[in-house]
């Protein structure tokens, strides 16, 4: 990733945890990898005060407590929150999962390989896209609703 904030991943499963851990590893990605274990932890992170807010989030749908769909609808809700890229990373390949995370304004949704080395090529995938892509700054966002906020009040 082009900046050093961190990447926030959202998974329940310790092996799929580890995969990516090793995956940044293996491809000498620096951004700290912050785990979560489902929404409500993430929700909890993200809205600490001291939370550094993540350039990205990797997200999987099937978790316990608050799935990712119940997390994004939450998110994309938030005006803090709603412009932070979010890709699921999932093993769902259902057609139902894919449109509705689109409808959600998913960045991306990649159904995770099983095979370590195609889910390595994943991974740099992503970093390549968003070492690439321009990201908003997060304030300016906040920044710019508080305008329209005021605008619309009077």
Known sequence: MKNTKPVLLVEDDSIDAMTVR???KDLNLTNKLIHRVNGEEALEYLRSPDAEIPCVILLDLNMPRMNGTEFLKVIKQDDCLRTTPVIVLTTSNEECDVVESFRLCVAGY??????????????????LY??????????????????EEVVTAH
């Open 110 to 127: 990649i159904v995770k390989p099983v095979d370590y080395k195609k889910f390595v090529e994943a991974i740099r995938t992503i970093d």
């Open 130 to 147: 968003w070492t690439l892509s321009e990201l908003p700054d997060r304030d300016a966002g906040v920044k710019n609703a508080a305008k």
């Open 22 to 24: 090793r995956a940044f």
